[in-house]
């Protein structure tokens, strides 16, 4: 089993700064990709962006420019870095792996349980 936690989260004025960092343990042979979803409240989930094993990455627009993702492979840790933000940036962030418990299984899917952010104006 694939236990993933976030943490990061918090209160920030408009303007500001934060990091969410997201580890992936467990029964991890490999990862194919992490990534962070963000669901504001009254809203579907959304993705914020995704980092394949092979390092390239997706941002969504709304984030484009101002969100960084990252990752230290040896934890099975990967990070967001969030500047510029926004108050319509306040959501629950949720971290999401793609990771396989053994050589010959298929790609599971796992979610953490969400880290608030919220942003002041």
């Known amino acids: 089993q694939v236990q993933v936690l976030e943490s990061g989260g918090g209160l920030v004025q408009a303007g500001g700064s934060l990091r969410l960092s997201c580890t992936a343990s467990?029964?991890?042979?490999?990862?194919?990709?992490m990534s962070w979803y963000r669901q504001g409240s009254g809203k579907q989930r959304e993705l914020v962006a995704l980092?394949?094993?092979?390092?390239?990455?997706n941002y969504a627009d709304f984030v484009k420019g101002r969100f960084t993702i990252s990752r230290d492979s040896a934890k099975n840790t990967v990070y967001l870095q969030m500047n510029s933000l926004k108050p319509e940036d306040t959501a629950v962030y949720y971290c999401?792996?793609?990771?396989?418990?053994?050589?010959?299984?298929?790609?599971?899917?796992?979610w953490g349980q969400g880290t608030q952010v919220t942003v002041s104006s």
């Open positions: 467990g029964s991890i042979f490999s990862i194919n990709t």
């Open positions: 980092l394949r094993s092979g390092g390239s990455a």
């Open positions: 999401y792996t793609q990771a396989r418990t053994s050589y010959s299984g298929a790609d599971g899917h796992y």
